[in-house]
């Protein structure tokens, strides 16, 4: 117990400075009572402390040797399993975008284990992976952009399709989106692995029928399977709502502005337009941005009239049909 040992309390007063030492050895030292210590903290101590651990944690130890990166990705899963998963993401993101390819190369990484370990949304908080790791897609550095990849599947093995693709595979180049295609195909998703508990869940293990967890014999890392832990059940996990993790879109104002291609009507003067393909490309592109997952709230009143017109007034089949399907997405 900290409260009660001075040793302890005195070095809990100095961690941080444990995972930033500027010498290779002594830093591998310091992880390594720093991830001993923490084996004994308390999550007071780690909402306290976290964020100066983790700073130094990013920007020594993962840009370290092999054995330093493990090290420090080890203290990013201590701090989670006292439930820092909005600290540690933060730092590890704030890492990603480092200049130098092998510390951003370490953190997406870690933020992959982080969530094939603990899962997500429930320990690992989603939304700023969702947002955040999208310009990694672009990196000069092959090893960032497939650690990128590699961590969208794991998100979509938890999210599902819907919740990572708005954000993340529809910002791919073409060749990355066919092999984050292929990847998640070869998973199961929703049906994903625990293999790490806080160390509340571990304490007070969930009951079998309020479980969250399958064990699913795909490993992303290729392994031999995965390790049933207290929180594992026979029944798949259920896939949290895309709608959870969107910005709302505002697709009012972008109704009213001229389209790219000047040559094609404004939204309003192609739905009163006299030519058929005019009106159909309108609902198209109603259809299209009503089909993000959460819009931002407004008067679509003008919106619902103009479609029920079309639907019920337009002789055209193919107008009919896509604006049926542009007011199911709006729905």
């Not at 879109?249 to 030519?275: C, G």
């Not at 198209?284 to 008067?299: F, I, M, N, S, V």
């Amino acid at each position: 117990d900290i409260a009660s040992s001075a040793c302890l309390k005195t070095f809990g007063e100095c961690a941080k400075n444990a995972a930033g030492d500027t010498n290779a050895n002594a830093l591998d030292f310091g992880l390594d009572a720093l991830n001993a210590f923490l084996t004994v903290a308390d999550e007071d101590y780690a909402r306290t402390h976290s964020a100066g651990i983790l700073a130094n944690v990013v920007a020594k130890g993962m840009g370290g040797r092999p054995k330093t990166v493990d090290r420090a990705t080890e203290t990013c899963m201590l701090l989670l399993e006292l439930e820092c998963g909005d600290a540690v993401v933060d730092a590890l993101l704030k890492g990603s975008a480092h200049k130098v390819p092998k510390l951003a190369l370490a953190c997406v990484e870690a933020m992959r284990v982080s969530v094939k370990e603990f899962g997500t949304p429930v320990v690992v908080p989603p939304k700023p992976m969702l947002k955040g790791i999208a310009p990694l897609f672009d990196s000069k550095d092959a090893k960032v952009r497939g650690a990128a990849k590699d961590l969208t599947v794991e998100l979509t093995r938890w999210l599902g399709h819907d919740a990572v693709r708005r954000d993340l595979i529809e910002k791919m180049r073409g060749t990355m989106q066919a092999e984050v295609q292929a990847a998640a195909d070869a998973i199961e998703i929703g049906r994903a692995v625990r293999q790490r508990l806080t160390r509340k869940e571990a304490a007070n293990p969930p009951a079998p029928d309020t479980a969250v967890d399958h064990v699913d014999a795909m490993d992303v890392d290729g392994g031999d399977g995965a390790v049933a832990s207290a929180a594992t059940t026979n029944g798949g996990v259920k896939l949290p709502d895309a709608y959870e993790f969107a910005d709302p879109e505002s697709i009012l104002d972008v109704l009213e502005k001229q389209p790219k291609d000047k040559e094609t009507p404004k939204f309003w003067d192609a739905v009163n337009s006299s030519k058929w393909n005019q009106r159909l490309d309108a609902m198209t592109r109603l259809k299209e941005l009503a089909d993000a997952p959460r819009l931002a709230p407004g008067d679509y009143g003008d919106v619902a009239r103009a479609l029920k017109k079309i639907v019920t007034k337009d002789a055209n089949i193919a107008c009919v049909g896509e604006a049926c399907a542009a007011a199911g997405a709006l729905a």
